[in-house]
């Protein structure tokens, strides 16, 4: 039975609008001609290849369901409390084996000592065997390593053998839609000579597709990143985080945009008291601490939540709500800088020439704004979007860091680091979940950062010329 | 006199590589002789700035020197080493630039930017080099050279900042002095000092100028020699007098009879006779726009800016009203304010029967039909995002011209054909036009809503003499046509000698003097309106 949280709607609505702006950007020159230079740069579509992914597990982790319940009875069927994602069956294996306690990358043994029963009955202090991670071994102290390099060489043979599989696909459908040749499209490719740079493109494929074969293969037998405290696979936190670090960084966007265009543009195109009431609530906006604002909002809907039990019927729900009022929160507080970019740029532009003519025919005031001003600031409204991206994907982790961020329900990269903090002092030191969060986030700010690199440079008119 | 002092030969400069690659000046030898002046003279994009920069190797990245070499005395500037290079540039060329309000930095007071070149390439002690400094300005023009010397260039006017750039070109003792349109930014009186002031300092210090105009007038006022570049090629290359009185290549005789003019005007069939009719069309009686000047902390007006201070004006139908004045003499904020496109402070604009600043917003939205604007820059006056059918039908949809989509289409097509281009350049987008042909949209656009008035700002200004021509007899023929009542903004005499009948003259927000045009050009009463017309610089040689 399908269930819909209110972000999942909104992401699907983002992913309709995202297609919807697709589809018209490619009839407006205009509009097409910069993506068009962004196809053509390497490291930009190596990052497209890269932000894909973590879309797609995002979107995957956005599909839930109650899961059934096996009964004896077969004609009825009953669907359980829980509340489970596509992502959460397809990384069933993750999701179930859990063990006591914490336990290190890719080890046979538990990270701490425990009182072992032997079979002859005396008890000693060792480390024990862990419940999955090595189980298959009959003796890890020996086995481990070279199982782990068994396992990494077959990860990487099938990562080969399907990114091989995937890239000749895309070359056939290329070459169909091009009606060219299997060998001049492969050629083509390969030599750069396409105008899409799909050789980095082949190349970020191959790489992400032979990570994903080896961690599912050694991730079979082992915990990759090792698990937390309750003994939970790190690995499956920092996916499931995936789709926490896109909410937050794609729906605040979505939220402050409508107020950032709309007041920077009246501001800037009226001028006069419009202006005047617009720059004193951003400056007050501003003026005021973001984190006491997220701080007090947070505690507000905590409140509520608690005043108003009996509307929400699962953690999960509440879980969502408070991302989702995260978000907004996040949105209110950063609208600020995106509409003084813009009013500043409607101020310029109001005084051009071609809005002074469209006034000269009796334009009225919202169609001026509409068709000369938004079409011609809706660069600035881009660069910001893909900018503001990583930053909110890092203040989610600082918010949930002190506390104020998301539930700690929800796996989140910022609750990740939360809990691993409580043991930076421990000897030996628990690194691991620090360091899947680390690399998870480094990899998708990254690559939404080049990416943004990129497309600021394409929408610049001044670089464009040359 | 006759030793040559820079020898160009066969330069070739390009921008891009591989299949793009174009060349921007294409195969040009000249030689500049000592004490002589040179001057360059082509239209936009001719590559008269590119080789003034190549031969001080101050080229942008992206254009590079393909062949040639550049010969000072007999040393090959294109082999020298860049520190070498470095002492040349000021100390041997001196350069001066169009826009002196973007070439002085606005941190440092003339004095010091004056200095960095005198350090750079004297030995001078500190009192040395100010007591050379305050000889500089001196000798350039500036009053009161010891006190000015510690002013920032925000406390000089246009041509005093263009005096400052001049003394710092000559800080360095240049044998050469490159000026690359060094009056094109500055008014025409302002403009005739400059020019006298350069032909000064040549006589005194027998440098050499390499002069670069677009101004016909101008290089012949300054020129010894005169070579015509077209496409990055020098077409004509000759003494003035033999240009002027006997030019040879097409294109020059083209770019000649290009020029606006009273001859021109009457080979064409003179002034037509227009009577004033009883009624005029537009009257504008006593406007006034005033800006208020607000200081301390709260805000109180202390005083006003009179942009336009009392300005009456009348306009009858088929007649075109010329508005003459230098920058600053609040013509544009005039024409603005009569579209009401600004908030005037006094005064009546009366359109037929109404009175335009006393009706409401509805009404007045309606009106906007009969009275449009051309404007100045070409580039800036079309939405870049915008194809032209959308951009020449926005305001037919806002006045309900054209019932339906359909016969809108029709009447833009008709309109690209009037103003000489064609139908199929509707969906185009601006970018793909050149600056005339984008004044030509702009006046279909304008020409749409069916308007009786159109105020001209400034419409050619931004163009080349050969285009403004084709603009110019283009707006003639559509006021003979719909009878159309032209204001016309301009600062350039030479178009009110050919398209005006009435013509006023406008200085710091007044009008000084107006009249029929013959009247006024040929008579004029005003000590202003003689000092303007005698600033004009007309073509001059000896046969």
Redesign the interface.
């Known amino acids: 039975m399908p269930v819909i949280f209110v972000t999942d709607s909104l992401i699907f609505l983002l992913l309709f609008g995202l297609v919807a702006f697709f589809f018209y950007a490619r009839k407006q ?2 509009l097409s001609a910069p993506w068009r230079d962004v196809k053509k740069r390497s490291l930009a579509m190596s990052s497209a290849v890269v932000l894909f992914f973590f879309v797609f597990l995002g979107v995957l982790d956005s599909l839930h369901f109650h899961p059934k319940v096996e009964t004896d009875k077969k004609s009825e069927t009953i669907y359980s409390n829980e509340i489970l994602s596509v992502l959460d069956i397809l990384l069933n294996d993750l999701r179930l084996k859990n063990e006591k306690t914490y336990s290190a990358p890719l080890a046979s043994y538990s990270f701490s000592k425990e009182l072992i029963e032997l079979e002859s009955g005396k008890k000693i202090r060792d480390y024990p065997r862990l419940v999955y991670g090595g189980a298959t071994l009959s003796n890890p102290e020996n086995e481990s390593r070279a199982d782990i390099i068994k396992r990494i060489s077959f990860g990487l043979l099938y990562g080969l053998l399907i990114s091989f599989i995937v890239i000749n696909l895309i070359i056939i459908i290329l070459s169909r839609s091009r009606n060219e040749t299997y060998t001049t499209t492969l050629h083509n490719c390969l030599n750069k000579k396409t105008n899409t740079h799909w050789f980095s493109i082949f190349l970020t494929i191959s790489v992400v597709l032979i990570a994903i074969a080896i961690l599912y293969n050694l991730s079979k037998n082992y915990h990759v990143f090792g698990t937390d405290k309750v003994g939970q696979d790190v690995l499956y936190q920092a996916l499931k985080s995936i789709r926490t670090g896109l909410v937050i960084g794609t729906l605040t966007t979505l939220v402050m945009l409508p107020f950032a265009i709309a007041m920077g543009l009246m501001a800037g195109y009226f001028r006069g008291w419009v202006d005047d009431v617009i720059q004193y609530l951003y400056t007050t906006l501003n003026s005021i601490p973001g984190v006491l604002l997220i701080a007090a909002s947070i505690l507000l809907l905590q409140v509520y939540i608690s005043n108003h039990a009996d509307d929400f019927n699962s953690i999960e729900q509440r879980a969502d709500l408070r991302l989702l009022f995260l978000c907004i929160i996040l949105g209110i507080t950063s609208w600020t800088g995106l509409c003084r970019l813009l009013r500043a740029e409607a101020l310029k532009l109001r005084e ?3 809005v ?9 005031d919202y ?1 001026v704004m509409f ?2 001003l938004l ?2 600031v809706m660069h600035i409204v881009m660069i910001s979007i893909v900018l503001d991206f990583s930053g909110l994907v890092l203040a989610e982790a600082v918010l949930s860091y002190i506390n104020i961020g998301v539930d700690p329900s929800t796996y989140s990269w910022g609750n990740m680091i939360n809990s691993a903090r409580l043991e930076m002092a421990r000897e030996p030191i628990v690194w691991w979940s620090l360091s899947a969060a680390f690399i998870f986030m480094f990899i998708l700010v990254l690559a939404a950062n080049l990416f943004s690199d990129a497309v600021r440079d394409a929408f610049d008119p001044r670089l464009r010329e ?1 | 006199m006759s030793e040559k002092l820079v020898q160009i030969k066969n330069l070739v400069t390009s921008i891009g590589a591989g299949e793009r690659k174009t060349h921007i000046v294409n195969n040009i030898s000249f030689d500049i002789k000592r004490g002589e002046t040179f001057v360059l003279l082509g239209e936009s994009g001719s590559g008269k700035s590119i080789t003034a920069l190549s031969i001080m190797r101050l080229l942008p990245t992206a254009i590079k020197i393909t062949s040639g070499e550049v010969l000072l005395g007999n040393k090959n500037l294109f082999k020298l080493p860049e520190n070498k290079m470095r002492k040349i540039r000021g100390a041997n060329i001196g350069m001066i630039f169009q826009e002196p309000q973007t070439s002085l930095n606005p941190v440092l007071t003339a004095g010091q930017q004056i200095s960095e070149t005198l350090n750079q390439h004297k030995n001078l002690t500190k009192n040395e080099c100010i007591t050379r400094c305050i000889e500089l300005l001196t000798a350039v023009g500036i009053p009161e050279p010891t006190r000015r010397i510690n002013e920032y260039p925000h406390q000089f006017s246009g041509g005093m900042k263009q005096r400052i750039m001049i003394a710092i070109a000559l800080a360095g003792d240049p044998d050469l002095l490159i000026a690359d349109e060094p009056t094109t930014a500055l008014d025409v009186t302002i403009q005739a000092q400059v020019l006298e002031l350069l032909k000064k300092l040549q006589k005194d210090t027998g440098m050499s100028i390499l002069f670069i105009t677009h101004d016909l007038g101008v290089a012949s006022k300054m020129g010894d020699r005169i070579a015509v570049m077209k496409d990055g090629e020098i077409v004509e290359s000759k003494n003035k007098n033999d240009l002027f009185s006997n030019p040879e290549h097409p294109y020059t005789l083209k770019l000649f009879s290009a020029i606006p003019s009273w001859e021109k005007r009457m080979k064409e069939g003179g002034i037509d006779a227009t009577k004033r009719h009883d009624s005029a069309l537009l009257k504008v009686e006593n406007l006034k726009v005033h800006y208020p000047i607000k200081k301390g902390f709260f805000k109180r007006t202390v005083g006003h800016v009179k942009a336009v201070d009392g300005v009456t004006i009348d306009l009858h139908a088929g007649e075109t009203v010329a508005v003459v004045g230098e920058s600053g003499s609040g013509k544009t904020t005039m024409g603005k304010g009569i579209l009401n496109l600004l908030d005037i402070t006094s005064g009546d604009i009366r359109y037929q029967k109404n009175n335009l600043n006393a009706l409401s917003s509805e009404s007045l939205r309606k009106i906007r039909a009969d009275i449009q604007i051309v404007f100045q820059d070409p580039y800036s006056s079309m939405n870049p995002r915008m194809m032209i059918n959308d951009i020449i039908q926005e305001g037919m949809i806002a006045q309900s011209v054209g019932d339906s989509q359909k016969v809108r289409d029709e009447i833009v097509v008709t309109l690209l054909e009037q103003v000489g281009l064609e139908a199929e350049h509707r969906y185009r987008y601006p970018h793909e036009f050149s600056g005339g042909q984008r004044q030509r949209i702009c006046i279909a656009r304008a020409l749409a809503v069916k308007p009786k008035v159109i105020i001209c700002d400034e419409p050619t200004s931004a163009l080349d003499v050969s285009v403004q021509a084709q603009i110019l007899s283009l707006l003639k023929d559509l006021q003979k046509e719909h009878k159309l009542g032209y204001l016309f903004i301009t600062h350039n005499i030479s178009v009110v000698e050919y398209i005006a009948h009435y013509v006023a003259v406008m200085y710091q927000g007044k009008i000084v003097e107006q009249g029929k045009v013959e009247e006024v050009l040929k008579n004029p009463k005003n000590a202003y309106t003689t000092k303007l017309l005698s600033a004009v610089p007309h073509i001059e040689f000896n046969k």
Do not use: S, T, W
Not at chain 1, 356 to 364: H, I, L, S
């Open positions: 020159e205009h051009i020439d071609y002074q003519a469209a006034k000269a025919f009796g334009v009225r169609k068709r000369h079409p011609n040359l």
